[in-house]
């Protein structure tokens, strides 16, 4: 069986080579990609070799290669030649499959050059003074875990390929857009100039205690005698061991399961009610997400919110106040206008609210349906936004700080918002006007606005008051002030959501005869 799958894998890794013109070009600009970015890393670690920096480079970089082996693929739809359900037909057990297409994928141009930078990775930690046998143990068990990781999620992108929509590609572009533009400012802010900079440290030293990164850390702890040794050794066997069970469960789980093409052809075509589950709330929350980037009223409620933040904030630039400090200002109030957003969004629907009434939908699904496009849309955003602010301040130690209250203030906002449109929604233009147009309706709702605005403060003061310590001096308040902005928020929107839902189960009739009249 193994030599069948190697001689297999073999003739289509050849075979990629006599494909179309088109195909073949993009299979060399990929391959010419990775030896370029693989040569920069090789160099880079030959030039930090013994270094106390090699260590923290390659604890972090491999960590951040094994969080890519475990998403990029399935985010990716990435198709796998070796597909164990392929194999299916042939009779042979689940076992001989996915242990027989896990070694032949060792032969693959990616996996040739990650061994390349683990031999680099292992001659850094024996520079550094690990014994040789723990260094290349721990390097090949990286590249095993690597394997392991990328072959489980490939496998997961192909079970999600027929599933796929423009929505989900874009969710997933989002997800990447969050994870890599945050990580990417951290590191361009820092100091390089001399030695590890403490913050690089403090990541590395943080990502020595994940699954990803505590294989990496083995060698370089052993060659320090470091006091975690033990416990990085057993987070990076637990790790391998349950990377290896995963796969074996999962090929044995696709083998045995036969498709339906029916529940395909009826997604297809769905847009973001084929991402959402199928229940009352992920119908909403689809149909919400419909409303949000085609109504222009919402757009231009969303286009405001960065403007309004910087215009609020640069009337301390001219009091005088620190560049620094007036650049944090407006993470905060994107955060607490992204909350207060949907305190009227029952308006916005107009004559639509009556579905969720006549068709018995519960309280709890149309409050939480509501608020799922303002965290889509908030939550990249402030990731964002964030670290932008923190590198312009120029103190990392802040940036838990700053988490906290922007959460805070968002999840707050959004609890009292869930409120708020339920008992005291008012007129709104209404759909195809324009978003600026006064509807000719009686009540402003200046009263609800100002409510839940002045609440979600009151409900942040305290992780306020700490992050305002943390500025002015004791920097220890910061991871303080971020889980009680946590907390609070937490808290405050939990509450939101639960009363917003008992008082939509009550006032029903009362939301169809504001829909009626407005």
Not at 51 to 64: D, H, M, N, P, T
Not at 277 to 284: C, D, L, M, Q, Y
């Amino acid at each position: 069986m193994v030599a069948h799958v190697l001689r297999l894998r073999l003739a289509l890794l050849f075979g990629g080579l006599r494909g179309s013109r088109r195909e073949l070009m993009r299979l060399v600009l990929v391959t010419i990609a990775m030896l370029v970015l693989a040569g920069a890393a090789i160099v880079g670690l030959l030039a930090v070799r013994g270094e106390a920096l090699s260590s923290a480079l390659i604890v972090v970089g491999g960590s951040v290669l094994l969080g890519a082996a475990s998403l990029a693929p399935a985010m990716g739809g990435i198709e796998d030649q070796l597909d164990p359900r392929k194999f299916a037909v042939f009779g042979s057990s689940a076992g001989a499959v996915a242990w027989s297409t896990m070694l032949a994928s060792v032969i693959s141009i990616p996996i040739a050059i990650l061994i390349a930078l683990a031999v680099v990775v292992a001659g850094n930690a024996m520079a550094a003074g690990a014994p040789g046998a723990v260094a290349i143990i721990f390097t090949i068990a990286g590249v095993v875990t690597f394997l392991f990781m990328a072959r489980t999620s490939m496998l997961l992108g192909t079970l999600w390929r027929a599933h796929r929509s423009r929505e989900v590609t874009r969710t997933f572009v989002v997800v990447a857009l969050i994870l890599v533009v945050p990580v990417a400012i951290f590191l361009a802010s820092l100091e390089w100039g001399h030695g590890v900079p403490p913050a690089f440290a403090q990541v590395a030293d943080i990502a020595s205690v994940t699954p990803f990164g505590a294989v990496w850390a083995v060698p370089f702890a052993v060659a320090s005698g470091h006091p975690l040794t033990l416990w990085y050794i057993l987070i990076a066997v637990a790790t391998l061991v349950v990377c290896a069970y995963v796969w074996d469960v999962a090929v044995s789980a696709v083998m045995h399961t036969v498709d339906k093409p029916s529940s395909v052809r009826e997604r297809a075509g769905m847009g973001w009610f084929s991402v959402f589950p199928r229940t009352a709330a992920g119908a909403i929350a689809a149909r919400s997400m419909v409303y949000w980037f085609r109504d222009r009223r919402y757009v231009a409620n969303l286009v405001v919110v960065p403007i309004a933040a910087i215009a609020a904030s640069l009337p301390l630039l001219i009091a005088g106040v620190p560049l620094g400090v007036v650049l944090l200002l407006p993470v905060p109030i994107m955060a607490l206008f992204f909350g207060w957003i949907p305190h009227n969004d029952v308006a916005y629907d107009s004559t639509a609210v009556w579905m969720h009434v006549v068709s018995g939908v519960r309280g709890i699904a149309d409050r939480s349906g509501r608020l799922v496009p303002i965290i889509v849309v908030a939550v990249p955003i402030l990731a964002i936004a964030i670290p932008l602010a923190i590198a312009s301040y120029g103190r990392w130690a802040f940036a838990p700080a700053l988490v906290g209250v922007s959460a805070n203030l968002f999840l707050a906002g959004l609890g009292l918002s869930s409120i708020s449109s339920v008992i005291a929604p008012y007129g709104v233009s209404r759909p195809g006007d324009s978003p600026f147009q006064q509807p000719q309706r009686a009540g402003s709702g200046v009263g609800s606005q100002a409510l839940v605005l002045l609440g979600t403060i009151a409900a942040s003061i305290p992780s306020i008051m700490l992050a305002f310590e943390a500025l002015t001096g004791d920097i220890d308040k910061a991871n303080t002030a971020m889980w009680v902005g946590l907390g609070l928020g937490a808290l405050v929107f939990g509450l939101g959501l639960l009363i917003g839902a008992v008082l939509f189960d009550r006032r029903g009739m009362l939301l169809m005869e504001f829909a009626e009249a407005n």
